[in-house]
């Protein structure tokens, strides 16, 4: 017994050693040297090493009774989904606390953290749009970014050609935005999954290509600026530009640039405060149950009586729409968009956002949207290791918490009278009073 | 009054050059309830999914006698832009499926809730802000659900997730669920198929108590035999695609025809 575990840990460490020495040879045994290169298959080795040593151990603790425990339970928390018993507390204490202090948080933050709030709140608002289309509907959208670039350009060019200022484009973006999603997505809504991700990807990149490239319209690579918002007519600037009366003078305070931030981070707080509360409402909604049922299995769905298409479209829209609304602030916040800002980098990024979470949980996109925007700005030292830690977060993820990190908790219904007895005049039946 | 609910005419489904079914033709009275039955690979479910609309009939007619009057399934389907499959359910047509499509990770009324979109108030604006409307809506559907969960002794399994259940529960939920719809005409694709004898039982019974005490109109695809005497009104028979008898059951099993094609035929009676 003892021996064969030995011989079985043996073989595998010297698997781990040669897959980790065939990956690790050409990258970092080889170093580029002018036109030549230069051996240093040594650290090759000695890092390949490193791993089957890792490998070992790791079975090792797995095999004691503690490794057991943990594995266990890590298994354990990995199931998904849970229906609440309907005697859970109402939470309405810590969400007006919550509350408050967001609301509060610009009177204690220096103007950089709230920049980083900023973008939390706008990665907040694209993860929770995202989410309706991937971990609600279960339509795998590739091209997120490109209803934020709707929106974003929307003030940018808006204003530039025909006036629109924050507060209109604040309301047409969300419109124009799901216009965009509607026209996108009607034609291949009929298909399965892969199509629509292979569509939405290319959508994205016809979007960025043409803000690219179209440039008497857009600006191309230079970018558009963005006025700055306005409030009422008062303006946020030293002197007034757009023909209005600057705040501070208006009420006769010294002038901070910082207002202009703390008046965004506030909107936009609200605005999130809003969708969230939307979204939540649209789990108990027989829009937002279609759409989960959908998720779930079509087929069923249409047999019920469910339009399939004008469901996933109203799911497409709506996601479009608040990812057109989260463009808009990162535009105004910018003060300039320019095509650089609406990469494929960034859908994915909106993505890992929505698969960290957790497909489907409010709570967890907005837990990853701010950790995934945050952490970088902490990190700052290890900037160049970014990426590599966000490589290593996900594939942890996927081994530990393949359901995200927050699970899903679906709500609990129950009839408006007592529960047995009325069921009804018609049910009068042996089995219901056995 | 006396037309029948659903009239299958001269119905012929291809697919390729493999004929599935070969002018079928029955009806399904008002009330009843119909089985269709026969051997593997005779062309039930492909009929079945032709009458709820999944496929389109190559030739003939299905027509659904509502009270809109007479129906086509086929044109429901292939009505432009907004034609397809969800059109037969409004129509009043509800199914189940030979392997159970519950949404798994949805709870036990929230299926039945998916099942009752047409009733419950959809609207965007009055859901978020919970309108008496919606709020009115919402609490008649889910009274209505677990009024159906009582008429399938599954109140206990209401806030649970639907995977969880026990097989044979699963089985009564999707019935449940496809009761939701409000449907004039429920077809059952072997609602047996997998329970064991007493479930089976009890499914008997939950079917004719549909029958009885809510004139529902049943059409059952099955293959225990037991459970089609006992429960059916009408039996029609398929084999090969085509309707080999058609008639009360005690008619059907005395039927030559239908002896030879479970049971094979000697070789006399060939050569004869």
């Known amino acids: 017994m003892e021996t064969n575990r030995i011989l079985t840990l043996a073989k595998q460490a010297l698997l781990t050693f040669t897959v980790s020495l065939i990956l690790f040879a050409p990258i970092s045994g080889l170093v580029l040297e002018g036109f030549g290169f230069r051996n240093e298959l040594v650290r090759a080795v000695l890092l390949a090493a490193l791993v089957a040593v890792g490998r070992v151990v790791l079975s090792v603790v797995g095999m004691t009774a503690l490794g057991r425990k943990l594995a266990g339970s890590a298994a354990r928390n990995g199931g998904g989904v849970i229906v609440m018993t309907g005697n859970e507390k109402s939470p309405v204490l810590i969400l007006a606390l919550l509350f408050a202090a967001g609301l509060a948080l610009p009177f204690f933050a220096d103007k950089y953290f709230l920049g980083i709030a900023i973008l939390a709140l706008i990665y907040c608002l694209l993860g929770l749009g995202l989410n309706i289309v991937v971990g609600l509907a279960g339509l795998l959208d590739l091209g997120f970014v490109a209803f934020y670039a709707v929106g974003a350009y929307l003030l940018a060019l808006g204003y530039q050609y025909l006036g629109i200022g924050f507060w209109s484009a604040l309301i047409i973006a969300p419109f124009l935005a799901g216009l965009c999603g509607m026209i996108l997505a009607f034609p291949v809504l009929k298909m399965h999954g892969d199509y629509l991700a292979i569509v939405t990807l290319g959508f994205g990149e016809i979007i960025r290509l043409v803000l690219n490239n179209w440039l008497e319209f857009t600006g191309g690579p230079n970018g558009a600026s963005v006025p700055p918002p306005t409030v009422l007519g008062l303006e946020f600037t030293r002197t007034a530009k757009q023909g209005g009366v600057p705040l501070h003078d208006y009420f006769g305070i010294a002038y901070s640039a910082d207002y202009k931030f703390w008046f965004i981070y506030l909107v936009l707080f609200l605005v999130v405060c809003l969708v969230i509360y939307a979204v939540e409402r649209l789990r108990v909604m027989p829009l937002g149950r279609m759409w989960e049922a959908l998720r779930e299995d079509e087929i069923a769905c249409r047999s019920l009586g469910v339009n399939h298409v004008f469901t996933k479209l109203t799911a497409f829209m709506l996601g479009a729409s608040t990812g057109g609304l989260a463009g808009v602030f990162f535009a105004v916040h910018q003060g300039f968009v320019n095509p650089t800002s609406f990469t494929f980098f960034e859908s994915a990024l909106i993505l890992a956002i929505v698969v960290l979470g957790g497909l489907g949980s409010t709570v967890g996109v907005i837990a990853a949207a701010l950790v995934l925007t945050i952490l970088p700005e902490l990190l700052r030292d290890f900037a160049e290791y970014r990426v590599l830690i966000f490589g290593v977060l996900m594939v942890a993820m996927m081994i530990w918490k393949p359901r995200g990190l927050v699970r899903v908790r679906r709500p609990a219904f129950f009839p408006s009278t007592a529960p047995r007895g009325d069921t009804a005049p018609l049910s009068v039946s042996p089995e219901v009073a056995r | ?272």
């Open chain 2, 1 to 272: 009054m006396n037309a029948p609910l659903l009239d299958v005419r001269n119905v012929t489904m291809r697919f390729g050059g493999i004929v599935a079914n070969r002018n079928v033709s029955f009806s399904v009275a008002r009330g009843s309830v119909t089985a269709l039955i026969g051997p593997n690979g005779a062309g039930k479910t492909t009929m079945f999914n032709c009458i709820t609309g999944f496929y389109r009939a190559s030739e003939g007619q299905i027509l659904l006698n509502g009270p809109a009057g007479q129906q086509d399934i086929g044109t429901l389907i292939t009505r432009p832009v907004t034609g397809g499959s969800h059109l037969v359910t409004r129509a009043g047509i509800a199914r189940t499926f030979q392997n159970i499509r519950l949404f798994k990770e949805m709870s036990v009324v929230e299926n039945l809730l998916v099942a009752q979109h047409l009733v419950t108030a959809n609207n965007l604006v009055s859901g978020v802000f919970r309108t008496p409307a919606f709020r009115r809506a919402e609490r008649e559907a889910v009274d209505r659900a677990y009024h159906w969960l009582g008429e399938m002794n599954l109140i206990d399994d209401a806030n649970r997730l639907a995977g969880e259940l026990p097989y044979g529960r699963q089985r009564r939920l999707e019935i449940a669920r496809a009761m939701c719809t409000g449907p004039r005409l429920i077809c059952l694709d072997e609602p047996a198929a997998g329970l064991n004898p007493s479930e089976t039982h009890e499914l008997s019974e939950v079917i004719q108590r549909l029958c009885k005490q809510h004139g529902q109109t049943v059409l059952v695809i099955e293959h225990d035999m037991g459970l089609v005497m006992r429960i059916s009104d009408h039996v029609v028979v398929l084999d090969h695609g085509e309707v080999i008898s058609d008639g009360r059951p005690e008619h059907v099993a005395n039927d030559p025809a239908v002896i030879a094609a479970y049971l094979g035929v000697s070789e006399e009676e060939v050569e004869a």
